[in-house]
C-alpha cells in the first residue's frame, strides 16, 4: 500500500509541473500573474523602451526568456548546449510591430513545445542527470519555472514604469 501512495504522489508530481508552467503561462498562478497577460497591450515601442542605458528591455527579457525555455528542453531531449557569452540577451534590431508579434509568437511556441513535452516525460525522466551541470532534469524543469517567474516579475515592475 505505502509503494502504490509514493508511486501515485510521483505520477501526480508531474501533473503539478505541468500545471505550475501552464499557470504561468497563460493561468492563475500563486503570483497572482502570468506572462500572456502581462504582455498584452505592450506594444513594440514600450516593449523595445530603455530605461536607462545597460538595462533590459521588456523585449530583451521576453527574448532571453524564449531562449532559455527553447535551451532547457533541448537539454531535456538529451542535447548539451554551451550557454554564450551574452546569455540571450541580444539587442533587437528589428523593433516593429510585426517583430513584437512573431515575438510573442514564438514565446506561444515555446509554451506549447513544453505542454506537449511534459504530455511525454516519464518519471524516470526526472532522475535523469545533466552532464554540464550534473542537475536532474527535475531541477531543470523547476529552475525554468523559476526563471520564468524571476522574469515576469521584471517584466511587471518595467511595464509600471511606462
Known amino acids: 500500500m ?44 514600450q516593449a523595445a523602451f530603455h530605461f536607462r542605458p545597460g538595462m533590459n528591455s521588456i523585449w530583451e527579457i521576453t527574448n532571453h526568456l524564449i531562449k532559455w525555455r527553447e535551451n532547457v528542453l533541448e537539454r531535456l531531449n538529451g542535447k548539451v548546449i554551451k550557454t554564450p557569452s551574452h546569455n540571450y540577451f541580444l539587442p533587437v534590431k528589428n523593433q516593429s510591430d510585426k517583430a513584437w508579434s512573431d515575438t510573442l509568437s514564438k514565446l506561444a511556441a515555446s509554451q506549447e513545445k513544453w505542454m506537449q513535452r511534459m504530455k ?4 524516470s525522466d526526472f532522475k535523469t542527470i545533466y552532464p554540464v551541470n550534473r542537475l536532474t532534469y527535475y531541477e531543470h524543469i523547476q ?6 517567474a524571476y522574469h515576469l516579475g521584471q517584466i511587471n515592475l518595467l511595464k509600471k514604469c511606462l
Open 143 to 148: 529552475g525554468i519555472i523559476q526563471h520564468d
Open 2 to 45: 505505502e509503494h502504490a501512495k509514493k508511486l501515485i504522489f510521483r505520477m501526480n508530481e508531474i501533473k503539478r509541473v505541468s500545471r505550475l508552467l501552464s499557470e504561468l503561462y497563460d493561468g492563475s498562478p500563486w503570483i497572482d500573474v502570468n506572462l500572456v497577460d502581462s504582455l498584452s497591450y505592450i506594444t513594440a515601442k
Open 120 to 123: 511525454t516525460i516519464k518519471l
